[in-house]
């Protein structure tokens, strides 16, 4: 397993202001994910973080308003860029497990976001 | 692609046990079948996974019939503090589908 932590946990933001959100792993991992669930909701796949290499975007998920940071194989960044009311979700990465046949993620706390 | 299909939500009260079906016709041959727990405010944990007939860990077990077009997540004696939201996954190697959350059985112990 691997143990994930998000900063921030929680923020509140003005709409048009952007919001960064740090992912941290305490091991090296090669797959790492970005996820949204909005209220109630089930979780969206927003984009594959690839380390060395750009994003791999989802359909409806664009680069620009969802710039993605892969610096090392521990560490990412999503940033929610020119917030309106509608991003206001929970946003979670997760890591995928390592090994041969290995299927299963691992997910942070998530960081609850809300826009005014 | 496969897609999984899970009742809404269940009731169920302390004590007993608990059998979630999820119903996955296309799964690929190389599919396994991965169940997650969520509670509110946190992200889903992984609980089991499987390729075929029954598979028992400390949390649950996983039964997969031959056909391998369901299975069924067994939570045996639930407790209030199993009241979540259960998703299952069809895919294989963290792509494509293994990624893809449905809506999810939302899942109500009473006492």
């Known amino acids: 397993s691997a143990v994930i932590s998000q900063k921030p946990s929680r923020d509140i933001c003005q709409r048009g202001t952007s919001l960064t959100i740090q992912c941290q792993v305490d091991?090296?991992?090669?797959?790492m994910f970005w996820y949204r669930q909005q209220p109630g909701q089930s979780l969206t796949l927003i984009a594959t973080a690839n380390q060395g290499s750009e994003a791999t975007y989802e359909s409806g998920f664009v680069i620009d308003k969802f710039p993605i940071s892969r610096p090392n194989l521990t560490f990412s960044t999503l940033t929610v860029s020119n917030m309106s009311p509608e991003d206001s979700s929970i946003y979670l990465c997760s890591v995928g497990a390592q090994g041969p046949g290995a299927n299963e993620q691992f997910f942070g706390p998530g960081t609850r976001l809300t826009v005014l | 692609l496969a897609k999984t299909t899970q009742p809404i939500s269940m009731d169920s009260y302390e004590g007993q046990e608990v059998n979630i079906t999820c119903s996955h016709n296309n799964i690929a041959t190389n599919d396994y079948i991965t169940w997650y727990q969520q509670f509110p405010s946190q992200g889903p944990r992984f609980i089991i996974q499987g390729y075929k007939t029954k598979v028992t860990n400390e949390v649950a077990s996983l039964f997969i019939p031959a056909d391998r077009k369901s299975s069924t997540l067994s939570l045996p004696r639930v407790s209030l503090s199993d009241t979540a939201v259960y998703y299952c996954l069809v895919g294989h190697n963290n792509a494509g589908n293994m990624l893809t959350f449905g809506g999810g059985t939302r899942l109500m112990v009473k006492p």
């Open positions: 091991s090296q991992v090669t797959m």
